[in-house]
Every structure is written in C-alpha cells, then in structure tokens.
C-alpha cells in the first residue's frame, strides 16, 4: 500500500492550530467525501480521516501537523498528485490569514498607544461543525 507522509512545522499556537485541521477535517469531508472525526487532546488533537481507498491521520499541536495516510491499491497510482494537492491544502490554510494568531509587535504597540494601557478584547470563535470528541 502506498504511503504518504506530511509534516508541516508551524507558528500558530495550539488553539489556531486546532482550527487550521478543523478546516481540513470540513474540506475533506466536503470535497473527498471523507469521514472525519476529530479527538482533542490536552497537548495534541487527533483528526482520523476514512474513505474507500483511504485512511490516515492528522496529528495536530503547538508546533507541527503530521499527516499519514494510506492509499489503496487504486488510488496509489495517484500517490504524488493526491500528496501534493494535499500539501498544497495545509499550506494555504497555514498560510491564510488567522485572526486570533499572535500579532506582531508593531501591532501590540499601535494598539496599545490607541487604547492607552487596556487589553483588547477578544471573542472566542465558534468551533466548526466537524465531529469532534474530546479525548
């Protein structure tokens, strides 16, 4: 069986890194028909993802997303075309813009001249309407 295997080291922080793979999870069940379920963890998240010809897992923490996957006998003719355009979907939802991710320095100075020494607020999103279970 073919494999693939995708490591994506990031800066965003546990709790936008989560959103980053609920994203996935949501893109995947709506594009490739994937059954997705989501366990979070204290210290990582684990996405298990299924379809006929596919199963695999999206390891999720602080700092990295690691992928596996394997392809079925019919689907592994297409190994590095569905490796890539997978790498392709993680990179551009890394690499989207996150509005609860850290702001630069410039940011945290220009907003705290604007609004003297308080501390912005900040509204928990919605989590998406992947299944999700708590571990």
């Known amino acids: 069986m073919p494999d693939i295997h995708i490591h994506r080291d990031h800066h965003l922080g ?59 006998f019919l689907l592994g003719a297409f190994k590095d075309r569905i490796e890539a355009e997978i790498g392709e979907q993680l990179d551009a939802l890394l690499n989207a813009p996150h509005p609860g991710a850290k702001k630069h320095a410039a940011d945290k100075k220009k907003h705290t001249a604007e609004a003297g020494a308080d501390k912005p607020s900040t509204k928990a999103a919605a989590k998406p309407a992947a299944k999700a279970k708590k571990a």
């Open 14 to 72: 546990f709790k936008e890194a989560r959103k980053v793979a609920f994203s996935w999870a949501e893109k995947a069940e709506e594009k490739f028909d994937m059954e997705c379920t989501y366990e979070e963890g204290e210290k990582e998240d684990l996405l298990t993802f299924t379809r006929t010809g596919v199963k695999g897992t999206l390891l999720v923490d602080a700092h990295q997303f690691e992928m596996k996957a394997q392809l079925g």
